[in-house]
Nanobody, 124 residues
């Protein structure tokens, strides 16, 4: 298991930007694919973005493609989600997740470790 702590959430106006960070503990971060998921009130958790262990492969949900960018810094054990052109429908709790292997996935059930989540609220 790896411990994950998200930060960077908050309240932003529509059209604005936020950068989420997820700091991981341990020495295995660089061998793990990482993902971001979100869950809006009353809705199921959904995939947002994922990145392979080396950062060479990235995947995005259609709803955020072109607006969000996932990246990672293995020297800092941190994965980021840069969010731009935010919309009210992006409002959710955002979760960072880690796989036990290096290949990224869109499926939440393939992630073994989860952070506590950070709230993102986009006002219209």
């Amino acid at each position: 298991q790896v411990q994950l702590v998200e930060s960077g959430g908050g309240l932003v106006q529509a059209g604005g930007s936020l950068r989420l960070s997820c700091a991981a503990s341990g020495r295995t971060f660089s061998s793990r694919a990482m993902g971001w998921f979100r869950q809006a009130a009353g809705k199921e958790r959904e995939f947002v973005a994922a990145i392979s262990r080396g950062g060479g492969s990235t995947y995005y949900a259609d709803s955020v493609n072109g607006r969000f960018t996932i990246s990672r810094d293995n020297a800092k054990n941190t994965v980021y989600l840069q969010m731009g052109s935010l919309k009210p429908e992006d409002t959710a709790v955002y979760y960072c997740a880690a796989r036990t292997i290096g290949y990224a996935s869109r499926r939440y059930d393939e992630y073994a470790s989860w952070g506590q989540g950070t709230q993102v609220t986009v006002s219209s």
